[in-house]
Structures are given as structure tokens and as C-alpha cells.
């Protein structure tokens, strides 16, 4: 976890050419590292700020622009020796900086992001207080402990009751397809020895019970466990520590994984049992293709009996929560993981199933701005503009200085067909946070349309401004 993040160097040289005909280039000066994008005659070059991940795997790059951060649409990956699209960006005919690099995002990658409040991808000037991961993100506050260096002083989380013990390597290690914050909650509020659920509540697909399990991802290694004999047979004892040592990694691992488990296993086993191989993992534990995580494989934790070839999955039958949060926030939390989850699958059914479920507590949470935005969301993909309007003014009003906000104000007046309304809460959006690039693409969409010239030129040049203190060039 100490590199989990790193000032960029002299990364590795590198180009190729992605099937939408675009040629991606890597290159360093004696100052920095740049990455090229060439495509369609246009050229231009960027300056990689940050390294993502130790690079056992794959190397991931940030670029600040303006005061933002945005994740490079290439990745470095190890083992090929050779840069390639990274995870997300594959099917993307245009993948360019464009993706924002949120505060939920860099909490597991980073120490202690400076995020700014109210904003998708702002930072303050120094971007992180804590590049990599330190102490702190398993242990808690280290002031008292610095006081008085004594057991007891910090957190342990192998002396944590089981929930509150997981939950430390959860907030992580644990993404499943859709958190929901509760209410006046950021991710950065979870401390080592809270439930999960203090803060937020992680939803995941539950599977048709008599198919194949669900899809092999890079950070479900939670749900991976918990589907395994190992783990529901060992009534809570089996976690992520019964196996990892978080403070340093194994010589051999294959002779260190085989001793974890035969400290279970080892008077079970039946003679005819290759015992004397010793590597366990590679039969239990082989290495898998994560659908979404580019171009490596990564670690199956479910430990099965036999190596299980890969399969096409089915669609989830249902969406739950990894562990439910107080009772109060259950339908909530559960309405608006379904709009959420709906909206990034295309599926109007869950929407249909989160609003409805919505509908059941509002009158209990009048000014909750998630809801309203759920509300808003949800109407706007059933084709009810109007309606999405109202829930989006509404949370505008308790939320008057924040740019996503005037941005889903100005989505609904579009698709009312109010367009000078529109106009108005783009632009106040992007004056607000000058680089919303979601909402300078509306804005650039509607002069288009009004053969504007004049504005399409001061929209350009105010994105220009806000890039000015980046490392574009």
C-alpha cells in the first residue's frame, strides 16, 4: 500500500495505435513525462503528474489540468511490457482526459487527498496531503498513539469485533456495483474501527442461484471470499489477515500461501492429496481475466475445490446490500442504489424499482439532495423532463454553489425544450468549475446548433483559462 501512488518519473517509452485509429505515445524530458495523443491530424500533449499503483500489475496515470485531476486513457502494463487502453476506456472511439479522478476513486488509491468539497475533480494546490497509503488508513489517527506509543493506543484491526475488523479492508478492497453515501456523508469520514455502514452502504449483484457465479472483477475480492467453502465454514474466524500481512510481502508466495492453508487444511487432507507440491493457490486460487480490469489477471478468492474454467455469466437477478445499514436508511439506501445502478445499465426496470421505493420515505427526507437528484435521474430517463426539472431545482436550491447541480438543472431544462434556460445553468455550471467537461459538451452542442460562432470561440477560450495552470501544452 506504500505504493500505491508516486510523483511520476521517467516512465517507460512507449506508442501504439488503439482500433479507432488513434496513436498514444509516451515520452520523457529531462523534467517530466508526456503522454501524446494523435488523432484525426490533431496532435497535443499532456503532462503525467501522478503514478497509480505499485506495478505489479499495471501502472495507471493522472494528469492535473487547471485544479483538476483526470485519469490518462492508457495504462502501463507490466507482465506485456507495452501500454495499452486502460480499463474503461477499451470501447471508446475518443478515450482522452476526460475522465474525472473523484475523491471516492482516490481514497483507495492515495493517501490523503486534498479534494475540494462540492466538486467532482478539484483539488487543492498540493493534491494530496499524504501521497501513498500510510498507517493511518488501517490504524486510524496516529495523534494519541504519538502521545503515548502503547498497545491500545491506535487501532488493531485483528482486535476488532468481525464487522468492524472486515470493514477496515473493505472500504477498499470491497467496490461492489454501486455505494450510496448516507446522508451528509463523505467516503473520507470512515475511520478504522467503524462499520462500513456508518458511512455507506455497498450494494452488489445477487446471482441466479443455480447459475455460474457472477462476473470475476479487480475489486471484488470480498465478494470472492465470502462465496467460499473457507470462509462460511469458518463462522466469521476467515478474513482478509488470516492470509495477507498487510506490513510486508512474502519472500515465496507460494510456499507462504501453501503454509496459511495447510494451517488449516493440513490434517484433512486425504493421502492421494498433492501435498508435497505446496503450492496450494495454483490449483484453488489460479489467476483469472477480470472483465474489467484491462489487460492482466489477477487472484480468484474463492478458493475452489477445483479449478473452474470460465464462464458466460447471466444477468443479475437481483441487487443487495453487503450488509444492511440502520434501519432508518434501508429503503433509501436501497432506492437509490436501484435508480443508480438502472442508469448505468440502461435497465428502466430498476430504475422503475429504485423510484418507486424512493417514493415510499421521501416525506421522511424532504431535503435530501441524493434523493432529489435520484428523483431527477430517474424522471429524466422515463421521459418526464418537467417532473425532473422540479426534483432538480429543488436540490439546486439547497445546494446553490455546486456545478453538478446547475448542470442537471440545465440537462432537464434541454430536454424540456427550454433551451436560453439551459444555456443559463451551463454556463453558471462551468463558472462555477470551469473544466465540468460533461456540461462544456452541452454548451458546445447547443451553439453548435445555433451556427454560433462567437460563443463556441469564448466557450473554447474559457476552457483554455481553466487549463492554464495544468500541464497541458
Same mark, same amino acid.
Given at each position: 500500500?506504500?505504493?500505491?501512488?508516486?510523483?511520476?518519473?521517467?516512465?517507460?517509452?512507449?506508442?501504439?495505435?488503439?482500433?479507432?485509429?488513434?496513436?498514444?505515445?509516451?515520452?520523457?524530458?529531462?523534467?517530466?513525462?508526456?503522454?501524446?495523443?494523435?488523432?484525426?491530424?490533431?496532435?497535443?500533449?499532456?503532462?503525467?503528474?501522478?503514478?497509480?499503483?505499485?506495478?505489479?500489475?499495471?501502472?495507471?496515470?493522472?494528469?492535473?489540468?487547471?485544479?483538476?485531476?483526470f485519469?490518462?486513457?492508457?495504462?502501463?502494463?507490466?507482465?506485456?511490457?507495452?501500454?495499452?487502453?486502460?480499463?474503461?476506456?477499451?470501447?471508446?472511439?475518443?478515450?482522452d482526459?476526460?475522465?474525472?479522478?473523484?475523491?471516492?476513486?482516490?481514497l483507495?488509491?492515495?493517501?490523503?487527498?486534498?479534494?475540494?468539497?462540492?466538486?467532482?475533480?478539484?483539488?487543492?494546490?498540493?493534491?494530496?496531503?499524504?501521497?501513498e497509503?500510510?498507517?493511518?488508513?488501517?490504524?486510524?489517527?496516529?495523534?494519541?498513539?504519538?502521545?503515548?506509543?502503547?498497545?491500545?493506543?491506535?487501532?488493531?484491526?485483528?482486535?476488532?469485533?468481525?464487522i468492524?475488523?472486515?470493514?477496515?479492508?473493505?472500504?477498499?478492497?470491497?467496490?461492489?456495483?454501486?455505494?450510496?453515501?448516507?446522508?451528509?456523508?463523505?467516503?473520507?469520514?470512515?475511520?478504522?474501527?467503524?462499520?462500513?455502514?456508518?458511512?455507506?452502504?455497498?450494494?452488489?449483484?445477487?446471482?441466479?442461484?443455480?447459475?455460474?457465479?457472477?462476473?470475476?472483477?479487480?475489486?471484488?475480492?470480498?465478494?470472492?471470499?465470502?462465496?467460499?467453502?473457507?470462509?462460511?465454514?469458518?463462522? !466469521?474466524?476467515?478474513?482478509?489477515? $488470516?492470509? @495477507?500481512?498487510?506490513?510486508?510481502? #512474502?519472500?515465496? %508466495? *507460494?510456499?507462504?500461501? /501453501?503454509?496459511?492453508?495447510?494451517?488449516?487444511?493440513?490434517?484433512?487432507?486425504?493421502?492421494?492429496?498433492?501435498?508435497?507440491?505446496?503450492?496450494?493457490?495454483?490449483?484453488?486460487?489460479p489467476?483469472?481475466?477480470?472483465?474489467? !480490469?484491462?489487460?492482466?489477471?489477477? $487472484?480468484? @478468492?474463492?478458493?475452489?475445490?477445483? #479449478?473452474?474454467? %470460465? *464462464?458466460?455469466?447471466? /444477468?443479475?437477478s437481483?441487487?443487495?446490500?453487503?450488509?444492511?445499514?440502520?434501519?432508518?436508511?434501508?429503503?433509501?439506501?436501497?432506492?437509490?442504489?436501484?435508480?443508480?445502478?438502472?442508469?448505468?445499465?440502461?435497465?428502466?426496470?430498476?430504475?422503475?424499482?429504485?423510484?418507486?421505493?424512493?417514493?415510499?420515505?421521501?416525506?421522511?427526507?424532504?431535503?435530501?439532495?441524493?434523493?432529489?437528484?435520484?428523483?431527477?435521474?430517474?424522471?429524466?430517463?422515463?421521459?418526464?423532463?418537467?417532473?425532473?426539472?422540479?426534483?432538480?431545482?429543488?436540490?439546486?436550491?439547497?445546494?446553490?454553489?455546486?456545478?453538478?447541480a446547475?448542470?442537471?438543472?440545465?440537462?432537464?431544462?434541454?430536454?424540456?425544450?427550454?433551451?436560453?434556460?439551459?444555456t443559463?445553468?451551463?454556463?453558471?455550471?462551468?463558472?462555477?468549475?470551469?473544466?465540468?467537461?460533461?456540461?462544456?459538451?452541452?454548451?458546445?452542442?447547443?451553439?453548435?446548433?445555433?451556427?454560433?460562432?462567437?460563443?463556441?470561440?469564448?466557450?473554447?477560450?474559457?476552457?483554455?483559462?481553466?487549463?492554464?495552470?495544468?500541464?497541458?501544452?
Amino acid at each position: 500500500m506504500a505504493h500505491s501512488l508516486r510523483r511520476a518519473a521517467h516512465e517507460p517509452a512507449g506508442s501504439f495505435r488503439n482500433a479507432a485509429g488513434t496513436t498514444f505515445t509516451v515520452y520523457s524530458t529531462e523534467k517530466a513525462t508526456w503522454q501524446r495523443i494523435e488523432r484525426a491530424g490533431d496532435v497535443f500533449d499532456v503532462r503525467i503528474d501522478y503514478v497509480i499503483g505499485s506495478g505489479t500489475h499495471a501502472s495507471g496515470y493522472l494528469a492535473r489540468i487547471g485544479d483538476h485531476l483526470f485519469q490518462s486513457p492508457i495504462s502501463y502494463y507490466t507482465k506485456r511490457h507495452s501500454y495499452d487502453l486502460a480499463p474503461g476506456f477499451e470501447k471508446l472511439s475518443d478515450a482522452d482526459f476526460t475522465r474525472p479522478a473523484t475523491e471516492e476513486c482516490l481514497l483507495c488509491h492515495s493517501g490523503k487527498p486534498r479534494h475540494i468539497a462540492g466538486t467532482l475533480n478539484s483539488y487543492e494546490s498540493d493534491a494530496f496531503a499524504q501521497e501513498e497509503i500510510s498507517c493511518e488508513r488501517c490504524h486510524g489517527p496516529a495523534e494519541q498513539h504519538l502521545k503515548r506509543p502503547v498497545p491500545g493506543s491506535i487501532v488493531n484491526p485483528s482486535k476488532l469485533p468481525g464487522i468492524a475488523r472486515d470493514s477496515t479492508c473493505e472500504q477498499c478492497h470491497l467496490s461492489g456495483d454501486v455505494r450510496i453515501l448516507n446522508p451528509g456523508k463523505r467516503f473520507a469520514d470512515f475511520r478504522p474501527g467503524q462499520q462500513l455502514e456508518e458511512v455507506f452502504t455497498v450494494y452488489t449483484d445477487v446471482m441466479p442461484p443455480d447459475g455460474p457465479p457472477g462476473p470475476f472483477k479487480v475489486i471484488s475480492h470480498a465478494e470472492q471470499l465470502r462465496a467460499s467453502s473457507c470462509a462460511r465454514n469458518s463462522n !466469521g474466524k476467515l478474513w482478509c489477515g $488470516t492470509c @495477507h500481512d498487510p506490513h510486508k510481502k #512474502p519472500a515465496n %508466495a *507460494s510456499e507462504y500461501y /501453501a503454509a496459511r492453508c495447510r494451517s488449516c487444511h493440513a490434517g484433512q487432507l486425504p493421502r492421494t492429496h498433492p501435498l508435497a507440491s505446496g503450492n496450494c493457490i495454483a490449483c484453488h486460487m489460479p489467476r483469472r481475466d477480470a472483465f474489467d !480490469g484491462g489487460h492482466t489477471a489477477f $487472484t480468484d @478468492h474463492r478458493i475452489t475445490r477445483r #479449478p473452474q474454467p %470460465a *464462464s458466460a455469466f447471466p /444477468a443479475p437477478s437481483e441487487l443487495a446490500a453487503w450488509r444492511e445499514p440502520d434501519p432508518t436508511l434501508r429503503t433509501r439506501n436501497r432506492g437509490i442504489a436501484f435508480v443508480a445502478a438502472g442508469l448505468q445499465r440502461g435497465s428502466p426496470a430498476w430504475i422503475v424499482r429504485g423510484y418507486r421505493l424512493l417514493t415510499e420515505i421521501q416525506a421522511a427526507f424532504p431535503n435530501d439532495i441524493d434523493i432529489l437528484n435520484a428523483f431527477g435521474g430517474a424522471l429524466l430517463a422515463g421521459n418526464q423532463p418537467r417532473e425532473a426539472k422540479f426534483a432538480f431545482e429543488r436540490a439546486l436550491r439547497l445546494d446553490a454553489a455546486n456545478p453538478v447541480a446547475e448542470e442537471n438543472a440545465g440537462r432537464a431544462e434541454l430536454a424540456c425544450g427550454n433551451v436560453e434556460a439551459a444555456t443559463q445553468h451551463l454556463e453558471r455550471a462551468l463558472d462555477l468549475d470551469p473544466l465540468l467537461l460533461s456540461a462544456a459538451e452541452m454548451l458546445k452542442n447547443i451553439y453548435a446548433k445555433e451556427n454560433d460562432s462567437a460563443k463556441q470561440a469564448a466557450l473554447a477560450e474559457r476552457i483554455r483559462r481553466g487549463m492554464k495552470k495544468g500541464s497541458a501544452k
